[in-house]
């Protein structure tokens, strides 16, 4: 089956700074979506892009389908933002959706 | 829109006793998730379902774990002789259909003792 790997796994920031998380995946996929999970463990659907950029806020997402992998961007960090992003594709049209194993991202004030 | 509705939110049962989880989709969603999530772990799929149709079940998942959508719309998860590798957080998604976002419910937290 498809592999999903997320790079960093962890990551400490101080507040304000940016950071980048990325998302390969081993085969050809049909859509990806970037989640946050918060510390009270509710998961958040940030963006839907199965390929090109999108921006809403702080936050901005590019999926390069030819090449196989995402990347999120986080720019000025705030404490909000500390907690676990997933990455997560479905191959076909009637295929489950996977999840990678996520990075942890701590803000520090 | 009320979102993703899971009951309870937390399980506390002993280990040899069934259990069921509830979940109600976003209405007129068509599509139902049911994943699992362990400690410092991604979401792991468990099945799906396009309205009553379960599509696909994980081969991680034993005979002892069984979903149900009636008429497309509520789903239950059943765990029948519950273990304590069992204990985890139940999820459960609903998107409005293929190619659309995923939305979470809060989850059931499930104590096996």
């Known amino acids: 089956g498809i592999q999903v790997e997320q790079s960093p796994p962890d990551l400490i920031l101080q507040e304000g700074a940016n950071s980048t998380l990325r998302c390969n995946f081993s085969?050809?996929?049909?859509?990806l979506q970037w989640f946050h999970q918060n510390p009270w463990g509710q998961l958040i659907n940030l963006f839907y892009i199965p390929s090109g950029t999108k921006q809403n806020g702080r936050l901005s997402a590019t999926t390069v389908a030819t090449e196989r992998y995402s990347l999120l961007y986080i720019s000025s960090s705030q404490t909000t933002d500390s907690g676990v992003y997933f990455c997560a594709v479905e191959v076909n049209r009637d295929d489950k959706i996977i999840f990678g194993k996520g990075t942890r991202l701590h803000i520090l004030p | 829109d009320t979102g993703v509705s899971q009951d309870p939110r937390h399980k506390i049962t002993k280990r040899g006793q069934n259990v069921t989880f509830r979940c109600d989709p976003i209405?007129?969603?068509?599509?139902l998730y049911w994943y699992r999530q362990t400690l410092g772990q991604g979401p792991e799929f468990l099945t799906y379902?396009?309205?009553?149709?379960?599509?696909?079940k994980s081969r991680l998942l034993s005979d002892r774990f069984s979903a149900e959508r009636p008429k497309g719309s509520f789903s239950t998860l059943e765990i029948q002789r519950t273990e304590q590798g069992d204990s985890a957080m139940y999820l459960c998604?609903?998107?409005?259909?293929?190619?659309?976002?995923?939305?979470f419910g809060n989850g059931t937290r499930l104590t096996v003792t």
């Open positions: 998604a609903s998107s409005a259909r293929y190619n659309s976002p995923l939305h």
């Open positions: 379902f396009q309205n009553e149709a379960q599509l696909e």
């Open positions: 209405s007129e969603h068509n599509r």
């Open positions: 085969d050809s996929v049909n859509n």
